[in-house]
């Protein structure tokens, strides 16, 4: 099954443009999930749920890579954990 994920990290950046990429491939709302900001930090609450929904055999499908993390390293092991458990990923 494939699930979304869209992030922002600043108040002046917008989800809306992550949101209708994914709906144009097709997932519903349901299955999207995503993290804002909110006062000064980045509240994981939605990477956290779609990491306990995601399973074997399921992609997870982001509009950029760097929306996975806040770097390159932090990208590259959740690519390399979900990887492991049999979840993939794909760009848009």
Do not use: W
């Not at 809306?16 to 349901?30: V, Y």
């Amino acid at each position: 099954m494939a699930l979304g994920y869209g992030r922002v990290s600043t108040t002046r950046q917008n989800l809306a443009r992550q949101i209708e990429a994914l709906e144009h491939e097709g997932l519903p709302e349901k299955r999207i999930f995503v993290d804002k900001e909110t006062d000064a930090t980045v509240k994981p609450d939605g990477s956290n749920a779609l990491l306990a929904y995601a399973r074997e055999g399921d992609t997870i499908v982001v509009s950029t890579l760097d929306r996975l993390g806040c770097n390159r390293f932090e990208v590259l092991n959740l690519v390399h954990d979900l990887a492991g458990n049999g979840i993939g990923v794909r760009n848009l």
